[in-house]
């Protein structure tokens, strides 16, 4: 059973790399921010909290992404190991986490802030089914419109200039620390992510002695 950490700041490709890896090595995929967006999507008494956090531009509350995690991993549907991304995002929940698991890795994607702007302010959100598009990578046949349904592309809530530079901010103050904590403690593999994704994926697997990426 594998248990790894994918961390990096907002745009990096944490989300595309857990897919590559949990598709391959069937590992379950655990990210925070997909089970925020369900909530935002599905009308909860969370979605609403998180909802208007972010069209305030600020961050969503460590208590609540603590509980939200802890809730997920007590499921235990993950039989050969999880791939988690948006926890932990501070010294306290990192220090919770290597208590409760034992992690075989931490990847740590790299990108410099130059690039990070230029990603997430060309994300793009289908506003009927949630399906995700980024204008320089990933762009859909119709400008504007969702591949799968038609439906209207929007940017998401927390995707302005001011919100992603307070991401940033609170980024290198809380999450760096978490980094160090792991690197005193566990495997950190620190990775470029400025190459196109199969090759950021063939760097991981090579750093973490993972069976070779199948594209």
């Not at 969370?46 to 509350?61: D, F, H, P, S, Y």
């Amino acid at each position: 059973m594998r248990k790894y950490v994918i961390m990096g700041v907002q745009g990096s490709g944490k989300g595309t790399q857990s897919e590559l890896m949990r598709r391959d090595l069937d590992l379950t995929h655990i990210g925070v921010g997909d089970i925020l967006r369900w909530h935002v999507q599905q009308h909860t008494k969370i979605g609403a909290l998180v909802r208007r956090t972010m069209a305030a531009g600020e961050l969503v509350g460590d208590d609540l992404v603590e509980s939200i995690v802890r809730e997920r991993l007590q499921q235990h549907d993950w039989n050969y190991g999880f791939l988690i991304d948006g926890f932990p995002r501070n010294v306290r929940q990192a220090e919770f986490f290597l208590e409760s698991y034992d992690i075989d890795g931490v990847i740590h994607l790299d990108l410099p802030d130059e690039d990070v702007q230029k990603r997430v302010l060309s994300r793009r959100l289908c506003a009927s089914c949630g399906m995700d598009y980024n204008l320089i990578s990933d762009r859909p046949e119709v400008d504007g419109n969702c591949d799968v349904c038609g439906g209207d592309l929007v940017p998401r809530d927390d995707d302005t200039p001011e919100a992603l530079a307070a991401r940033l901010r609170d980024y290198y103050e809380k999450t760096e620390p978490v980094l160090e904590l792991f690197r005193r403690k566990e495997c950190v593999l620190t990775v470029d992510a400025r190459p196109e994704p199969g090759a950021v994926q063939d760097a991981i697997r090579s750093g973490l002695d993972l069976p070779p990426y199948r594209r």
